[in-house]
Protein backbone atom coordinates (compact mmCIF):
# COMPACT_ATOMS: atom_id res chain seq x y z
CA UNK A 1 0.00 0.00 0.00
CA UNK A 2 1.32 3.33 -0.87
CA UNK A 3 1.59 6.75 1.42
CA UNK A 4 0.06 9.74 1.11
CA UNK A 5 2.40 12.73 1.65
CA UNK A 6 0.28 12.84 5.16
CA UNK A 7 1.71 9.00 6.12
CA UNK A 8 5.47 10.37 6.15
CA UNK A 9 6.85 10.68 9.43
CA UNK A 10 9.36 13.35 8.25
CA UNK A 11 8.18 16.07 10.28
CA UNK A 12 6.77 13.96 13.44
CA UNK A 13 8.63 15.58 15.63
CA UNK A 14 7.66 19.51 14.88
CA UNK A 15 3.84 20.59 15.94
CA UNK A 16 1.16 20.37 13.55
CA UNK A 17 1.03 23.97 12.26
CA UNK A 18 -2.64 25.80 11.16
CA UNK A 19 -3.44 28.39 8.87
CA UNK A 20 -4.42 30.57 12.30
CA UNK A 21 -0.52 29.86 13.54
CA UNK A 22 0.91 31.55 9.93
CA UNK A 23 -1.92 33.96 9.56
CA UNK A 24 -0.66 35.25 13.67
CA UNK A 25 2.73 35.02 12.20
CA UNK A 26 2.24 37.46 9.21
CA UNK A 27 0.12 39.82 11.03
CA UNK A 28 3.37 40.12 13.54
CA UNK A 29 5.40 41.17 10.72
CA UNK A 30 2.46 43.48 8.48
CA UNK A 31 2.67 45.30 12.64
CA UNK A 32 -1.18 46.53 11.51
CA UNK A 33 -0.82 47.11 7.85
CA UNK A 34 -4.38 45.61 6.13
CA UNK A 35 -3.50 41.34 5.23
CA UNK A 36 -5.16 42.53 1.71
CA UNK A 37 -1.58 43.94 1.25
CA UNK A 38 0.13 40.60 0.62
CA UNK A 39 -3.31 39.21 -2.18
CA UNK A 40 -2.48 39.97 -5.73
CA UNK A 41 -4.70 40.81 -8.45
CA UNK A 42 -4.76 39.83 -11.86
CA UNK A 43 -6.17 42.23 -14.35
CA UNK A 44 -9.58 40.57 -14.45
CA UNK A 45 -9.80 41.18 -10.52
CA UNK A 46 -9.03 37.63 -9.71
CA UNK A 47 -7.43 37.51 -6.28
CA UNK A 48 -4.25 35.47 -5.79
CA UNK A 49 -3.65 35.04 -1.99
CA UNK A 50 0.17 34.77 -0.71
CA UNK A 51 -0.79 30.86 0.68
CA UNK A 52 -2.99 28.24 -0.24
CA UNK A 53 -4.11 24.83 1.16
CA UNK A 54 -3.83 21.44 -1.41
CA UNK A 55 -7.25 20.92 -3.04
CA UNK A 56 -7.68 17.45 -1.80
CA UNK A 57 -10.92 16.99 -4.03
CA UNK A 58 -9.06 18.12 -7.51
CA UNK A 59 -9.29 15.76 -10.21
CA UNK A 60 -6.95 15.58 -13.35
CA UNK A 61 -8.26 16.94 -16.30
CA UNK A 62 -7.91 14.98 -19.81
CA UNK A 63 -5.98 16.77 -22.20
CA UNK A 64 -3.21 14.98 -24.54
CA UNK A 65 -2.90 11.05 -24.24
CA UNK A 66 -1.20 9.53 -20.96
CA UNK A 67 2.20 10.22 -21.68
CA UNK A 68 2.37 11.90 -25.09
CA UNK A 69 4.25 14.67 -25.92
CA UNK A 70 3.00 17.73 -27.57
CA UNK A 71 3.73 18.62 -31.22
CA UNK A 72 6.63 20.72 -31.63
CA UNK A 73 5.41 23.68 -33.70
CA UNK A 74 8.05 25.48 -35.83
CA UNK A 75 6.98 29.09 -37.90
CA UNK A 76 7.56 28.40 -41.66
CA UNK A 77 7.07 32.29 -43.00
CA UNK A 78 9.61 33.03 -45.02
CA UNK A 79 8.25 35.38 -48.07
CA UNK A 80 10.70 33.44 -50.43
CA UNK A 81 9.03 29.66 -50.57
CA UNK A 82 12.09 27.95 -51.62
CA UNK A 83 13.87 29.32 -48.18
CA UNK A 84 10.90 28.72 -46.47
CA UNK A 85 11.31 25.26 -47.94
CA UNK A 86 15.38 24.88 -46.61
CA UNK A 87 14.25 26.23 -43.40
CA UNK A 88 11.37 23.68 -42.97
CA UNK A 89 13.39 20.37 -44.46
CA UNK A 90 16.17 21.61 -41.12
CA UNK A 91 13.49 22.08 -38.51
CA UNK A 92 11.83 18.90 -39.34
CA UNK A 93 15.66 17.34 -38.91
CA UNK A 94 16.55 18.31 -36.53
CA UNK A 95 13.74 17.74 -33.93
CA UNK A 96 10.34 19.45 -34.80
CA UNK A 97 7.20 17.58 -35.24
CA UNK A 98 5.14 19.47 -36.80
CA UNK A 99 4.89 23.13 -39.11
CA UNK A 100 3.32 26.46 -38.85
CA UNK A 101 2.58 27.76 -42.47
CA UNK A 102 2.46 31.20 -42.20
CA UNK A 103 0.88 33.01 -45.10
CA UNK A 104 1.51 36.56 -45.54
CA UNK A 105 -1.33 38.68 -44.16
CA UNK A 106 -2.02 36.24 -41.79
CA UNK A 107 -3.14 37.40 -38.03
CA UNK A 108 0.08 36.12 -36.76
CA UNK A 109 2.06 37.07 -39.69
CA UNK A 110 3.90 39.55 -37.78
CA UNK A 111 5.22 41.46 -40.82
CA UNK A 112 6.40 38.53 -42.60
CA UNK A 113 4.78 35.19 -44.34
CA UNK A 114 4.62 33.22 -47.36
CA UNK A 115 3.31 34.16 -50.63
CA UNK A 116 -0.61 33.23 -50.76
CA UNK A 117 -0.44 31.19 -53.88
CA UNK A 118 -0.87 27.28 -54.76
CA UNK A 119 3.34 27.61 -56.62
CA UNK A 120 4.35 28.56 -53.08
CA UNK A 121 2.16 26.21 -50.94
CA UNK A 122 3.88 23.08 -53.22
CA UNK A 123 7.41 25.11 -53.00
CA UNK A 124 7.81 24.88 -49.20
CA UNK A 125 5.98 21.75 -48.97
CA UNK A 126 8.50 20.01 -51.77
CA UNK A 127 10.60 17.29 -50.22
CA UNK A 128 8.32 16.84 -47.49
CA UNK A 129 6.32 14.05 -46.41
CA UNK A 130 2.61 15.38 -44.33
CA UNK A 131 1.36 11.43 -44.78
CA UNK A 132 4.36 10.06 -42.40
CA UNK A 133 3.21 11.80 -39.64
CA UNK A 134 4.40 15.55 -39.63
CA UNK A 135 1.70 17.82 -38.41
CA UNK A 136 0.98 20.47 -40.25
CA UNK A 137 -1.23 23.77 -39.08
CA UNK A 138 -1.87 26.81 -41.44
CA UNK A 139 -2.31 30.54 -40.49
CA UNK A 140 -4.38 32.11 -43.39
CA UNK A 141 -5.48 35.88 -43.80
CA UNK A 142 -8.14 36.96 -46.12
CA UNK A 143 -5.22 36.96 -49.40
CA UNK A 144 -5.00 33.13 -48.77
CA UNK A 145 -8.27 31.93 -47.67
CA UNK A 146 -8.71 29.47 -50.88
CA UNK A 147 -5.62 27.55 -49.22
CA UNK A 148 -7.51 25.20 -47.81
CA UNK A 149 -8.50 23.79 -51.34
CA UNK A 150 -4.85 24.84 -52.64
CA UNK A 151 -3.98 21.85 -50.22
CA UNK A 152 -6.39 19.36 -51.67
CA UNK A 153 -5.17 20.32 -54.72
CA UNK A 154 -1.63 19.61 -54.08
CA UNK A 155 -2.21 16.21 -52.33
CA UNK A 156 -4.51 14.62 -54.84
CA UNK A 157 -1.76 15.78 -57.22
CA UNK A 158 1.15 14.22 -55.30
CA UNK A 159 -1.70 10.80 -54.54
CA UNK A 160 -1.72 11.44 -51.31
CA UNK A 161 -5.27 10.64 -49.09
CA UNK A 162 -6.63 13.18 -46.97
CA UNK A 163 -7.26 10.62 -44.39
CA UNK A 164 -3.73 10.31 -43.86
CA UNK A 165 -2.36 13.46 -43.02
CA UNK A 166 -2.33 15.64 -39.92
CA UNK A 167 -4.24 19.07 -41.29
CA UNK A 168 -5.47 21.93 -39.15
CA UNK A 169 -6.94 24.26 -42.01
CA UNK A 170 -6.71 26.98 -39.87
CA UNK A 171 -10.06 28.32 -41.23
CA UNK A 172 -11.25 31.56 -38.85
CA UNK A 173 -13.02 34.34 -40.51
CA UNK A 174 -14.11 36.07 -37.25
CA UNK A 175 -10.23 36.24 -35.92
CA UNK A 176 -9.60 37.77 -38.94
CA UNK A 177 -12.13 40.28 -39.23
CA UNK A 178 -11.46 41.30 -35.93
CA UNK A 179 -8.17 42.21 -36.14
CA UNK A 180 -8.72 43.59 -39.65
CA UNK A 181 -11.51 45.85 -37.54
CA UNK A 182 -14.14 44.76 -40.92
CA UNK A 183 -15.99 42.19 -42.93
CA UNK A 184 -16.41 41.33 -46.48
CA UNK A 185 -20.51 40.59 -46.14
CA UNK A 186 -22.30 40.36 -43.04
CA UNK A 187 -22.10 36.99 -40.82
CA UNK A 188 -24.57 35.17 -42.08
CA UNK A 189 -23.07 35.19 -45.90
CA UNK A 190 -19.82 34.63 -44.15
CA UNK A 191 -20.68 31.71 -42.39
CA UNK A 192 -22.58 29.84 -45.21
CA UNK A 193 -19.04 30.22 -47.01
CA UNK A 194 -17.42 29.03 -44.04
CA UNK A 195 -19.37 26.05 -43.35
CA UNK A 196 -19.36 25.32 -46.68
CA UNK A 197 -15.41 25.14 -47.26
CA UNK A 198 -15.61 23.00 -44.50
CA UNK A 199 -18.12 20.23 -46.03
CA UNK A 200 -16.23 20.06 -48.72
CA UNK A 201 -12.99 19.31 -46.91
CA UNK A 202 -14.58 16.94 -44.98
CA UNK A 203 -16.29 15.31 -47.79
CA UNK A 204 -12.64 14.76 -49.66
CA UNK A 205 -11.88 12.86 -46.33
CA UNK A 206 -9.63 15.50 -44.53
CA UNK A 207 -9.99 14.69 -40.84
CA UNK A 208 -9.46 18.24 -39.61
CA UNK A 209 -9.61 20.19 -37.26
CA UNK A 210 -10.39 22.75 -39.53
CA UNK A 211 -11.09 26.09 -37.40
CA UNK A 212 -9.33 27.58 -34.59
CA UNK A 213 -11.30 29.28 -32.52
CA UNK A 214 -8.12 32.00 -31.45
CA UNK A 215 -7.48 33.33 -28.34
CA UNK A 216 -4.58 35.17 -29.46
CA UNK A 217 -6.74 37.86 -31.08
CA UNK A 218 -8.09 39.60 -27.66
CA UNK A 219 -4.16 38.60 -25.95
CA UNK A 220 -2.39 40.42 -28.52
CA UNK A 221 -4.32 43.31 -28.37
CA UNK A 222 -3.88 43.42 -24.76
CA UNK A 223 -6.40 42.02 -23.38
CA UNK A 224 -7.23 39.34 -20.02
CA UNK A 225 -7.21 36.24 -19.47
CA UNK A 226 -11.04 36.08 -19.20
CA UNK A 227 -11.96 38.19 -21.57
CA UNK A 228 -9.58 35.67 -23.78
CA UNK A 229 -11.48 32.61 -22.94
CA UNK A 230 -14.79 34.43 -23.41
CA UNK A 231 -13.71 35.47 -26.66
CA UNK A 232 -12.89 32.00 -27.85
CA UNK A 233 -15.75 30.13 -26.31
CA UNK A 234 -18.10 32.69 -28.28
CA UNK A 235 -15.99 31.66 -31.48
CA UNK A 236 -16.21 28.50 -31.40
CA UNK A 237 -19.73 28.40 -30.36
CA UNK A 238 -20.53 30.23 -33.51
CA UNK A 239 -18.55 28.24 -35.78
CA UNK A 240 -20.73 24.70 -34.23
CA UNK A 241 -23.57 26.73 -35.25
CA UNK A 242 -22.28 27.75 -38.96
CA UNK A 243 -21.71 23.54 -39.38
CA UNK A 244 -24.47 22.55 -38.55
CA UNK A 245 -26.42 25.21 -40.69
CA UNK A 246 -24.06 23.54 -43.52
CA UNK A 247 -25.49 19.97 -42.76
CA UNK A 248 -22.70 18.86 -40.58
CA UNK A 249 -24.13 16.60 -37.17
CA UNK A 250 -23.61 18.71 -34.84
CA UNK A 251 -21.35 15.24 -33.24
CA UNK A 252 -19.49 15.80 -36.96
CA UNK A 253 -18.71 19.37 -35.97
CA UNK A 254 -17.45 19.15 -32.69
CA UNK A 255 -13.83 17.47 -33.74
CA UNK A 256 -13.54 20.15 -36.67
CA UNK A 257 -13.46 22.89 -34.33
CA UNK A 258 -10.00 23.62 -31.78
CA UNK A 259 -8.61 26.44 -30.14
CA UNK A 260 -5.27 28.37 -30.09
CA UNK A 261 -3.99 29.92 -27.31
CA UNK A 262 -1.34 32.80 -25.77
CA UNK A 263 1.00 31.16 -23.36
CA UNK A 264 3.44 33.89 -21.82
CA UNK A 265 5.60 34.15 -18.78
CA UNK A 266 3.12 34.49 -16.34
CA UNK A 267 3.59 30.90 -15.09
CA UNK A 268 0.55 30.22 -13.13
CA UNK A 269 -1.96 32.30 -14.93
CA UNK A 270 -0.89 30.49 -18.13
CA UNK A 271 -0.99 27.26 -16.80
CA UNK A 272 -4.66 27.91 -15.12
CA UNK A 273 -5.93 29.46 -18.24
CA UNK A 274 -5.15 26.19 -20.29
CA UNK A 275 -6.55 24.31 -17.07
CA UNK A 276 -9.91 25.98 -17.45
CA UNK A 277 -10.47 26.51 -21.42
CA UNK A 278 -11.18 22.43 -21.39
CA UNK A 279 -13.35 22.79 -18.62
CA UNK A 280 -14.85 25.69 -19.96
CA UNK A 281 -15.31 24.16 -23.33
CA UNK A 282 -16.88 20.73 -21.90
CA UNK A 283 -19.08 22.91 -20.41
CA UNK A 284 -20.48 24.39 -23.77
CA UNK A 285 -20.31 20.46 -25.28
CA UNK A 286 -22.68 19.26 -22.62
CA UNK A 287 -25.14 22.45 -23.50
CA UNK A 288 -24.98 21.30 -26.61
CA UNK A 289 -26.25 17.69 -25.41
CA UNK A 290 -22.50 16.37 -26.57
CA UNK A 291 -20.44 13.79 -24.64
CA UNK A 292 -17.47 16.08 -23.82
CA UNK A 293 -14.09 14.63 -25.89
CA UNK A 294 -10.46 16.74 -25.25
CA UNK A 295 -10.35 20.09 -27.23
CA UNK A 296 -7.35 20.46 -28.99
CA UNK A 297 -5.10 23.42 -27.77
CA UNK A 298 -2.79 24.99 -29.71
CA UNK A 299 -0.31 27.33 -27.90
CA UNK A 300 1.61 30.62 -29.25
CA UNK A 301 3.83 31.95 -26.98
CA UNK A 302 2.88 35.06 -26.41
CA UNK A 303 3.63 37.78 -29.29
CA UNK A 304 2.98 41.00 -26.77
CA UNK A 305 5.55 40.00 -24.42
CA UNK A 306 7.99 39.98 -26.73
CA UNK A 307 10.79 42.79 -27.05
CA UNK A 308 12.97 44.44 -29.60
CA UNK A 309 15.45 45.49 -26.60
CA UNK A 310 17.77 42.74 -25.21
CA UNK A 311 15.84 40.25 -27.01
CA UNK A 312 17.87 37.32 -25.37
CA UNK A 313 15.92 37.87 -22.62
CA UNK A 314 13.10 36.44 -24.81
CA UNK A 315 14.48 32.89 -24.68
CA UNK A 316 13.89 32.78 -20.85
CA UNK A 317 9.66 34.10 -21.44
CA UNK A 318 9.36 31.72 -24.05
CA UNK A 319 10.87 28.92 -22.10
CA UNK A 320 8.25 29.51 -19.29
CA UNK A 321 5.71 29.79 -21.42
CA UNK A 322 6.58 26.37 -23.62
CA UNK A 323 6.69 25.07 -19.53
CA UNK A 324 3.23 26.69 -18.40
CA UNK A 325 1.44 25.49 -21.83
CA UNK A 326 2.92 22.00 -21.93
CA UNK A 327 2.19 21.25 -17.90
CA UNK A 328 -1.58 23.31 -19.41
CA UNK A 329 -2.10 20.51 -21.94
CA UNK A 330 -1.98 21.85 -25.10
CA UNK A 331 -1.51 19.32 -27.73
CA UNK A 332 1.08 21.59 -30.29
CA UNK A 333 3.04 24.93 -28.82
CA UNK A 334 4.65 27.18 -31.38
CA UNK A 335 7.89 28.99 -30.26
CA UNK A 336 7.79 32.77 -31.58
CA UNK A 337 11.73 32.90 -32.03
CA UNK A 338 13.33 35.58 -29.87
CA UNK A 339 14.15 37.94 -32.50
CA UNK A 340 10.98 38.17 -34.45
CA UNK A 341 9.78 41.97 -33.02
CA UNK A 342 12.97 42.67 -34.92
CA UNK A 343 12.59 40.91 -38.31
CA UNK A 344 12.63 37.50 -39.64
CA UNK A 345 14.54 35.32 -37.47
CA UNK A 346 17.67 33.57 -39.08
CA UNK A 347 18.83 30.34 -38.15
CA UNK A 348 20.22 30.61 -34.29
CA UNK A 349 17.07 32.04 -33.30
CA UNK A 350 15.24 29.17 -35.17
CA UNK A 351 16.71 26.59 -33.52
CA UNK A 352 16.67 28.23 -29.78
CA UNK A 353 13.19 28.20 -30.78
CA UNK A 354 12.71 24.63 -31.42
CA UNK A 355 15.49 23.61 -29.10
CA UNK A 356 13.41 25.16 -26.17
CA UNK A 357 10.59 22.43 -26.74
CA UNK A 358 12.92 19.83 -27.11
CA UNK A 359 14.96 20.13 -23.72
CA UNK A 360 12.05 20.24 -21.89
CA UNK A 361 10.46 17.25 -23.61
CA UNK A 362 13.55 15.29 -23.63
CA UNK A 363 15.89 15.99 -20.58
CA UNK A 364 13.03 17.42 -18.07
CA UNK A 365 10.25 14.94 -19.44
CA UNK A 366 7.39 17.67 -18.57
CA UNK A 367 5.26 15.65 -20.65
CA UNK A 368 5.74 12.44 -18.60
CA UNK A 369 2.60 13.52 -15.97
CA UNK A 370 -0.70 14.04 -16.80
CA UNK A 371 -2.07 17.37 -15.39
CA UNK A 372 0.75 17.93 -12.59
CA UNK A 373 -1.11 21.11 -11.47
CA UNK A 374 -3.78 19.16 -10.44
CA UNK A 375 -4.37 19.00 -6.52
CA UNK A 376 -2.32 22.53 -6.71
CA UNK A 377 -4.54 24.90 -4.59
CA UNK A 378 -3.42 28.31 -6.00
CA UNK A 379 -3.94 26.57 -9.59
CA UNK A 380 -6.90 25.28 -9.01
CA UNK A 381 -8.58 28.01 -7.05
CA UNK A 382 -7.48 30.33 -9.59
CA UNK A 383 -8.66 27.54 -12.79
CA UNK A 384 -11.58 27.48 -11.19
CA UNK A 385 -11.72 31.57 -10.72
CA UNK A 386 -11.04 31.61 -14.23
CA UNK A 387 -13.50 29.69 -15.39
CA UNK A 388 -16.44 32.30 -13.84
CA UNK A 389 -15.06 34.95 -14.82
CA UNK A 390 -14.73 33.97 -18.71
CA UNK A 391 -17.73 32.02 -18.56
CA UNK A 392 -19.81 35.54 -17.22
CA UNK A 393 -17.35 37.06 -20.54
CA UNK A 394 -19.19 34.37 -22.77
CA UNK A 395 -22.58 34.55 -21.56
CA UNK A 396 -22.10 38.52 -22.50
CA UNK A 397 -20.88 38.25 -25.92
CA UNK A 398 -23.97 35.82 -26.43
CA UNK A 399 -26.56 37.91 -25.14
CA UNK A 400 -24.72 40.51 -27.46
CA UNK A 401 -25.86 38.08 -30.75
CA UNK A 402 -22.32 35.84 -30.60
CA UNK A 403 -19.13 36.75 -31.15
CA UNK A 404 -19.36 38.71 -34.77
CA UNK A 405 -22.59 40.82 -33.80
CA UNK A 406 -20.80 41.85 -30.58
CA UNK A 407 -17.26 43.13 -32.62
CA UNK A 408 -20.10 45.05 -34.96
CA UNK A 409 -21.78 46.29 -31.97
CA UNK A 410 -18.26 47.24 -30.34
CA UNK A 411 -19.15 45.14 -27.13
CA UNK A 412 -15.75 43.42 -26.90
CA UNK A 413 -13.16 46.28 -27.95
CA UNK A 414 -13.71 48.76 -25.17
CA UNK A 415 -13.29 45.99 -22.61
CA UNK A 416 -9.86 44.66 -24.08
CA UNK A 417 -9.14 48.74 -24.61
CA UNK A 418 -9.64 48.97 -20.62
CA UNK A 419 -7.09 46.54 -19.41
CA UNK A 420 -5.05 47.27 -22.34
CA UNK A 421 -4.98 50.90 -20.78
CA UNK A 422 -4.40 49.53 -17.27
CA UNK A 423 -1.63 47.57 -18.13
CA UNK A 424 0.29 50.17 -20.20
CA UNK A 425 -0.04 52.44 -16.92
CA UNK A 426 1.48 49.53 -14.91
CA UNK A 427 4.61 48.88 -17.58
CA UNK A 428 4.94 52.98 -17.59
CA UNK A 429 4.72 53.07 -13.71
CA UNK A 430 7.31 49.82 -14.26
CA UNK A 431 4.75 47.88 -11.63
CA UNK A 432 5.06 44.89 -14.22
CA UNK A 433 8.35 44.53 -15.30
CA UNK A 434 9.71 44.05 -18.38
CA UNK A 435 13.54 43.07 -18.26
CA UNK A 436 16.15 44.90 -20.39
CA UNK A 437 13.47 47.09 -21.75
CA UNK A 438 11.66 48.81 -18.68
CA UNK A 439 14.34 47.69 -16.24
CA UNK A 440 17.90 46.59 -16.43
CA UNK A 441 18.02 48.41 -19.94
CA UNK A 442 21.74 47.85 -21.68
CA UNK A 443 22.38 50.75 -24.00
CA UNK A 444 25.30 48.86 -25.56
CA UNK A 445 24.13 45.11 -26.22
CA UNK A 446 24.31 43.63 -29.48
CA UNK A 447 21.84 43.65 -31.99
CA UNK A 448 21.39 39.80 -32.80
CA UNK A 449 21.32 38.86 -36.77
CA UNK A 450 18.30 39.02 -38.71
CA UNK A 451 17.29 37.76 -42.35
CA UNK A 452 16.98 40.69 -44.83
CA UNK A 453 13.97 39.57 -46.83
CA UNK A 454 11.42 41.54 -49.06
CA UNK A 455 7.50 40.77 -47.91
CA UNK A 456 5.16 40.39 -49.98
CA UNK A 457 3.13 42.79 -51.57
CA UNK A 458 -0.04 41.42 -51.35
CA UNK A 459 -2.99 42.39 -53.91
CA UNK A 460 -5.76 44.86 -52.79
CA UNK A 461 -7.91 43.38 -50.29
CA UNK A 462 -11.62 43.79 -51.06
CA UNK A 463 -13.50 47.07 -49.20
CA UNK A 464 -14.94 45.75 -46.37
CA UNK A 465 -18.75 46.21 -46.37
CA UNK A 466 -19.05 45.71 -42.40
CA UNK A 467 -16.68 47.87 -40.25
CA UNK A 468 -16.11 48.13 -36.31
CA UNK A 469 -12.76 48.91 -34.13
CA UNK A 470 -10.25 46.66 -34.63
CA UNK A 471 -8.22 44.62 -32.14
CA UNK A 472 -4.90 45.40 -33.11
CA UNK A 473 -1.79 43.65 -31.88
CA UNK A 474 0.30 45.54 -29.96
CA UNK A 475 3.72 44.55 -27.78
CA UNK A 476 4.06 45.77 -24.14
CA UNK A 477 7.85 47.41 -24.44
CA UNK A 478 6.86 49.64 -27.66
CA UNK A 479 6.78 52.57 -25.60
CA UNK A 480 10.15 52.67 -24.38
CA UNK A 481 11.35 51.25 -27.06
CA UNK A 482 10.09 54.51 -29.00
CA UNK A 483 13.17 56.20 -26.55
CA UNK A 484 15.39 54.23 -27.10
CA UNK A 485 15.45 54.33 -31.21
CA UNK A 486 15.63 58.66 -30.58
CA UNK A 487 18.79 57.95 -27.98
CA UNK A 488 20.39 55.76 -31.07
CA UNK A 489 18.90 58.00 -33.86
CA UNK A 490 21.16 60.99 -31.44
CA UNK A 491 23.56 58.52 -31.77
CA UNK A 492 24.05 58.01 -35.27
CA UNK A 493 22.73 62.04 -35.96
CA UNK A 494 25.18 64.05 -33.28
CA UNK A 495 27.68 61.35 -32.21
CA UNK A 496 25.96 61.21 -28.49
CA UNK A 497 23.21 59.98 -27.05
CA UNK A 498 21.03 62.17 -24.84
CA UNK A 499 22.71 62.39 -20.94
CA UNK A 500 21.98 62.77 -17.54
CA UNK A 501 25.07 63.42 -15.31
CA UNK A 502 24.20 61.42 -11.96
CA UNK A 503 25.80 63.77 -8.76
CA UNK A 504 26.57 61.44 -6.21
CA UNK A 505 26.42 62.64 -2.98
CA UNK A 506 28.76 61.48 -0.20
CA UNK A 507 30.11 58.31 0.07
CA UNK A 508 29.46 55.22 -2.29
CA UNK A 509 27.27 53.54 1.05
CA UNK A 510 25.30 57.12 0.73
CA UNK A 511 24.66 57.13 -2.56
CA UNK A 512 24.80 53.57 -4.39
CA UNK A 513 21.14 52.51 -3.85
CA UNK A 514 19.76 55.57 -5.94
CA UNK A 515 22.44 55.86 -8.04
CA UNK A 516 21.58 52.73 -9.28
CA UNK A 517 17.90 53.12 -9.21
CA UNK A 518 18.51 56.38 -11.32
CA UNK A 519 20.62 54.88 -13.60
CA UNK A 520 18.53 52.25 -15.04
CA UNK A 521 15.24 54.12 -14.62
CA UNK A 522 16.56 56.83 -17.14
CA UNK A 523 18.64 54.04 -19.55
CA UNK A 524 15.39 52.94 -19.72
CA UNK A 525 14.74 55.24 -22.05
CA UNK A 526 17.92 55.86 -24.04
CA UNK A 527 19.60 58.51 -21.50
CA UNK A 528 23.08 57.74 -20.71
CA UNK A 529 23.71 58.19 -16.91
CA UNK A 530 26.83 59.87 -16.52
CA UNK A 531 28.24 58.49 -12.77
CA UNK A 532 29.66 61.36 -10.60
CA UNK A 533 32.65 60.08 -7.98
CA UNK A 534 30.75 61.27 -5.19
CA UNK A 535 31.21 64.53 -3.75
CA UNK A 536 29.47 67.19 -1.30
CA UNK A 537 31.17 69.79 -2.35
CA UNK A 538 28.80 72.12 -5.17
CA UNK A 539 32.03 74.00 -7.00
CA UNK A 540 33.45 70.02 -7.70
CA UNK A 541 29.50 68.91 -8.98
CA UNK A 542 29.06 71.33 -11.11
CA UNK A 543 32.76 71.05 -12.47
CA UNK A 544 31.71 67.69 -13.00
CA UNK A 545 28.54 68.13 -14.44
CA UNK A 546 30.32 70.40 -17.06
CA UNK A 547 32.45 68.38 -18.07
CA UNK A 548 30.09 65.16 -18.35
CA UNK A 549 27.77 66.94 -21.50
CA UNK A 550 24.68 66.53 -20.11
CA UNK A 551 22.16 68.57 -20.14
CA UNK A 552 20.09 67.06 -17.04
CA UNK A 553 21.63 66.14 -13.39
CA UNK A 554 19.96 63.68 -11.00
CA UNK A 555 21.07 63.74 -7.47
CA UNK A 556 21.27 60.78 -5.54
CA UNK A 557 21.91 59.82 -2.20
CA UNK A 558 20.34 59.09 1.37
CA UNK A 559 17.71 61.37 2.91
CA UNK A 560 19.89 62.37 5.27
CA UNK A 561 22.83 63.58 3.12
CA UNK A 562 20.09 65.03 1.04
CA UNK A 563 18.76 67.25 3.99
CA UNK A 564 22.47 68.65 4.80
CA UNK A 565 23.79 69.10 1.12
CA UNK A 566 21.06 68.68 -1.60
CA UNK A 567 19.76 71.90 -1.63
CA UNK A 568 23.32 73.92 -2.27
CA UNK A 569 24.13 71.09 -4.78
CA UNK A 570 21.07 71.69 -7.22
CA UNK A 571 21.84 75.70 -7.34
CA UNK A 572 25.37 74.71 -8.16
CA UNK A 573 23.92 72.62 -10.79
CA UNK A 574 21.74 75.01 -12.02
CA UNK A 575 24.23 77.75 -12.30
CA UNK A 576 26.21 75.13 -14.36
CA UNK A 577 23.29 74.99 -16.85
CA UNK A 578 21.49 72.22 -15.68
CA UNK A 579 18.19 72.43 -17.60
CA UNK A 580 16.47 70.20 -15.67
CA UNK A 581 17.46 68.82 -11.90
CA UNK A 582 15.38 65.61 -10.62
CA UNK A 583 16.43 63.95 -7.00
CA UNK A 584 16.02 60.50 -6.88
CA UNK A 585 14.12 59.46 -3.83
CA UNK A 586 10.79 61.17 -2.26
CA UNK A 587 11.26 64.63 -0.85
CA UNK A 588 9.07 64.05 2.68
CA UNK A 589 8.69 67.07 4.20
CA UNK A 590 12.26 68.79 2.28
CA UNK A 591 10.22 69.24 -0.88
CA UNK A 592 9.32 72.59 -0.55
CA UNK A 593 12.80 73.58 -0.11
CA UNK A 594 14.39 71.32 -2.19
CA UNK A 595 11.95 73.23 -5.15
CA UNK A 596 13.22 76.53 -4.28
CA UNK A 597 16.58 75.46 -4.43
CA UNK A 598 16.41 74.42 -7.81
CA UNK A 599 15.05 70.77 -7.69
CA UNK A 600 12.49 70.25 -10.57
CA UNK A 601 11.14 66.50 -10.40
CA UNK A 602 11.31 63.68 -7.84
CA UNK A 603 11.86 60.24 -9.18
CA UNK A 604 10.62 57.13 -7.21
CA UNK A 605 9.26 53.31 -7.88
CA UNK A 606 5.50 53.82 -8.62
CA UNK A 607 6.40 56.93 -10.89
CA UNK A 608 5.26 57.26 -14.27
CA UNK A 609 8.40 56.65 -15.55
CA UNK A 610 7.54 56.75 -18.78
CA UNK A 611 5.86 60.16 -19.15
CA UNK A 612 9.10 61.43 -16.58
CA UNK A 613 11.25 59.79 -19.83
CA UNK A 614 9.30 61.55 -22.61
CA UNK A 615 9.24 64.99 -20.36
CA UNK A 616 13.20 64.65 -20.24
CA UNK A 617 13.61 64.55 -24.19
CA UNK A 618 11.47 67.69 -24.44
CA UNK A 619 13.33 69.39 -22.08
CA UNK A 620 16.15 68.98 -24.01
CA UNK A 621 14.84 69.78 -27.19
CA UNK A 622 14.91 66.59 -28.85
CA UNK A 623 11.87 65.44 -30.53
Known amino acids: MSATTDDLPLAAEFPAASRDDWRKLVDGVLKGAPFEKLVGKTYDGLRIEPIYQRARDAAVIPARAAGAPWQIMQRVDHPDAAAANAQALLDLENGATGLTLVFAGANGARGHGLPPTPEALAQVLDGIYPEAGIAVELEIGLQSRDMGRHVADLLAARNIRPADVQIRFGLDPIGGCAVRGGSPGPWASTATVFGEKIATLAKLGFRGPFAPADGRVIHDAGGSEALELGYLLAVGVAYLRALEAAGIALEDAQGMVYARLAADADQFLTMAKFRALRLLWARVEQSCGLAPKPLFIAADTAWRMLTQRDPDVNMLRTTVAVFSAGLGGANSINVLPHTLALGLPDAFARRVARNTQLVLLEESN ?258
Open 366 to 623: LAKVSDPAAGSGGIETLTQQLCEAAWAEFQAIERAGGAFAALENNVIQPKVAAVRAAREANIARRKDVLTGASEFPNLHERVPTVLEAQPVVLPQAEASAVTFPPLAPIRLAAAFETLRDASDNALKTKGARPRVFLANLGTAADFTARATFAKSFFEAGGIEAIDGEGSTDPAALAAAFKTSGAALACLCSSDKVYAAHAAAAAQALHAAGAKHIYLAGRPGEMEAGLRAAGVGEFIAAGGDALATLRAAYAKMGAA
